[in-house]
């Protein structure tokens, strides 16, 4: 089973930042938050990840909290692009990965 | 493009006959996975290889399914005797393990199998 509790789906208006959250209580300490998203009828696209320590790239940003319990993947200025089933993933570097169902974002115009 | 190809894109079948798919992955990664994606879910794990030696097999890849990577680049999945139920798409990702602290999966684009 995933390690990871997402919310089913979520809206978010274009321009806007997307706050996606996702709960991972019983996460190990050699494991990592990675986040992909999945564009309807394409291969998952990686987006981010990290371990203690906030990350940033040119496609998002992710906060993990100090007990690294949750995190948060933030689309600062979401497009129509965007649109996609979001996965929240806790994995040891070197695992298979066990994906949820993950959080479907609708953009809106 | 994340540097992984897959080969077909889309496979149509009729039920009973062998499909093979091929999977190219990023030319340095030493590892190669194969997942399952049916309608509405999330992939899943089918297979794994690190080099051409095949590790870990899910209980999803029954004795009709091969996978092979015979010299440690690409992969080649075989289904035999397809079902209805095989319908789904392939995904394959590969990753370098061992020379960083985090050997992040990158995806291919995935073959879409319909079965008659």
């Known amino acids: 089973d995933a390690k990871t509790t997402q919310p089913p789906s979520m809206d978010c208006a274009e321009g806007r930042a997307a706050n996606l959250p996702c709960n991972h209580s019983t996460i190990s300490g050699n494991e990592y938050v990675y986040w992909y998203r999945q564009i309807h009828s394409q291969g998952p696209q990686y987006i981010i990840h990290g371990l203690k320590n906030n990350e940033t790239n040119e496609m998002a940003s992710l906060i993990i909290t100090e007990d690294r319990k949750s995190s948060t993947l933030i689309l600062p200025h979401a497009t129509l692009r965007d649109t996609a089933v979001y996965y929240c993933?806790?994995?040891?570097?070197?695992?298979?990965?066990?994906f949820g169902k993950g959080t479907r974002l609708h953009i809106l115009p | 493009d994340t540097g992984v190809s897959q080969d077909p894109r889309h496979k149509i079948t009729k039920r009973g006959q062998n499909v093979t798919f091929r999977c190219d992955p990023i030319?340095?990664?030493?590892?190669l996975y194969w997942y399952r994606q049916t309608l509405g879910q999330g992939p899943e794990f089918l297979t794994y290889?690190?080099?051409?030696?095949?590790?870990?097999k899910s209980r999803l890849l029954s004795d009709r399914f091969s996978a092979e990577r015979p010299k440690g680049s690409f992969s080649t999945l075989e289904i035999q005797r397809t079902e209805q139920g095989d319908s789904a798409m392939y995904l394959c990702?590969?990753?370098?393990?061992?020379?960083?602290?985090?050997?992040?999966?990158?995806f291919g684009p995935g073959t879409r199998l319909t079965v008659l």
């Open positions: 993933i806790v994995i040891r570097g070197d695992d298979k990965i066990i």
């Open positions: 290889f690190q080099n051409e030696a095949q590790l870990e």
């Open positions: 030319s340095e990664h030493n590892r």
């Open positions: 990702a590969s990753s370098l393990v061992g020379r960083t602290r985090t050997d992040t999966q990158y």
